[in-house]
């Protein structure tokens, strides 16, 4: 190996026996004359730059990109069955008890409070029980999913603190991801806030730090979810009503939500770096090649919005100077038809060439990925430094036009960022060339 590729012989002994890390040129070396495919090259330089990071920063990206893959594999179909009659109710179940003590025992209560609170048109749920409860979670992503939630339900999450500012918080991100798909299934009934804490380890003096607020009773919960108190009194449920509330002043909102498509577009804007636009979605972005005439084409005049959407997109596509269904259909997957109107072929195979051209020049790094990575009813933008925003598209099936969740807690910020501009260079995308390829055969497949 060391008389084929040029890298000294020692260097290489020493690296294999974990002694020395191999020079970054000597890798190239390697690669070249070991003739790695570009997927075996990505795994390669993956793993030589593991050497060089924290072991957190590689959990934070193998965490959100968990979060992804469980993303798409989420089922949008409806239920097969649904609970359509309660056996006990509330008072039935719970009799003379104010204590519960075991999970069989709790779960159910917990179901009986939210069933009994989602008859009322007005149904609330306020809790600061953590997102890492699984249970609670689940209960709600699977009400939600299910359309059979309504409620706005406000949850107080504590962030913790404790770590250095270099690093990603694991415990952060991890609240995130259990609560991420909540807000996208909610239709904007869901609204989680944040406050930061020094201490999240179990409070000791306190049986039942957490707590569930609705309007005829108040769950007190344990650390761990397995003891729970039934406080039903009319002054109990109003004074933690109004303790949550007072809780809330002191908290910042975890996200925004918007579903106006010109606020939609200049958060776009605000996730925008000066050195690049970081973006990833199940259709290519092709803003930079959009002019002053093709936005006067294609945006529709009749729209009552059209000033604004117009002034928005070329602020936006003028900074940026920035797929296969596309090719079919010449349809934008962030604004539909009733918005922008469809391309024709001879201007889709414009828009991809001109692409494959930039991405094979290196003037942009755009990548092709393997599937299952992220959602095709998704779009995100990230910023290190001014949010990250996630954008449903048409592809998504539970609700109407857009929806866009805005997120600036710095910590987080930190976390997705580093994973989207990380891929590019991740075994679960194309090379460059392979990516320009793809496009240009795909711009030759465009319907006529």
Excluded at 18 to 36: C, E, N, T, W
Excluded at 56 to 79: A, N, Q, W, Y
Aim: proline fraction near 6%; aromatic fraction near 10%; hydrophobic fraction near 35%.
């Amino acid at each position: 190996m060391s008389r084929l590729s040029g890298v000294e012989r020692t260097a290489l002994s020493k690296t294999l026996a974990g002694q020395r890390v191999l020079p970054y040129a000597a890798l190239d070396s390697l690669i070249y004359h070991l003739r790695l495919t570009p997927r075996e090259e990505s795994r390669l330089r993956g793993y030589y730059d593991a050497q060089f990071e924290k072991e957190g920063i590689r959990r934070s990206r193998e965490m959100v990109g968990r979060m992804f893959s469980d993303l798409t594999e989420l089922d949008f179909t409806p239920p097969a069955f649904e609970e359509s009659r309660l056996l006990l109710d509330l008072d039935g179940y719970a009799g003379q008890r104010s204590i519960f003590t075991g999970t069989t025992n709790v779960q159910p209560l917990l179901r009986l409070v939210l069933s009994q609170e989602l008859t009322r048109p007005d149904a609330r749920v306020e809790l600061t029980v953590p997102p890492t409860d699984a249970f609670l979670a689940g209960e709600l992503l699977r009400r939600y999913l299910d359309g059979r939630m309504g409620a706005d339900v406000r949850q107080i999450i504590a962030f913790d603190a404790s770590g250095s500012l270099e690093d990603i918080n694991l415990h952060n991100l991890k609240c995130f991801c259990s609560i991420f798909p909540i807000c996208l299934l909610s239709k904007r009934h869901y609204h989680p806030y944040y406050y930061y804490d020094n201490t999240l380890t179990a409070r000791y003096t306190d049986p039942y730090p957490y707590f569930l607020v609705t309007h005829s009773c108040v769950v007190c919960l344990s650390e761990d979810g397995g003891q729970a108190m039934l406080l039903r009194g009319a002054d109990q449920v109003e004074g933690y009503h109004r303790h949550f509330q007072t809780l809330l002043e002191r908290c910042h909102p975890l996200i925004q939500y918007t579903s106006d498509p010109v606020e939609i577009l200049e958060s776009y804007d605000s996730c925008t770096d000066m050195d690049g636009f970081y973006m990833i979605m199940d259709q290519p972005c092709f803003g930079r090649f959009y002019d002053e005439a093709t936005i006067g084409q294609y945006l529709r005049a009749e729209l009552p919005f059209h000033d604004r959407l117009e002034g928005v997109a070329r602020k936006r596509f003028g900074n940026l100077r920035t797929v296969e269904r596309f090719c079919q259909t010449g349809s934008l997957d962030d604004f539909p038809v009733a918005f922008v109107a469809p391309f024709p072929p001879e201007v889709r195979r414009q828009l991809l060439n001109a692409l494959a051209g930039h991405i094979r020049s290196g003037d942009i790094t755009g990548r092709i990925l393997s599937p299952g990575t992220f959602p095709d009813y998704l779009s995100m933008t990230t910023s290190q430094r001014s949010g990250v925003g996630f954008f449903t598209t048409e592809r998504f099936p539970l609700q109407d036009g857009f929806c866009s969740v805005q997120v600036k807690e710095p910590d987080l910020c930190r976390a997705f960022h580093g994973w989207l501009t990380r891929l590019p260079a991740s075994a679960q995308a194309l090379g460059a060339e392979e990516t320009a390829e793809t496009l240009e055969t795909l711009g030759r497949t465009c319907r006529t």
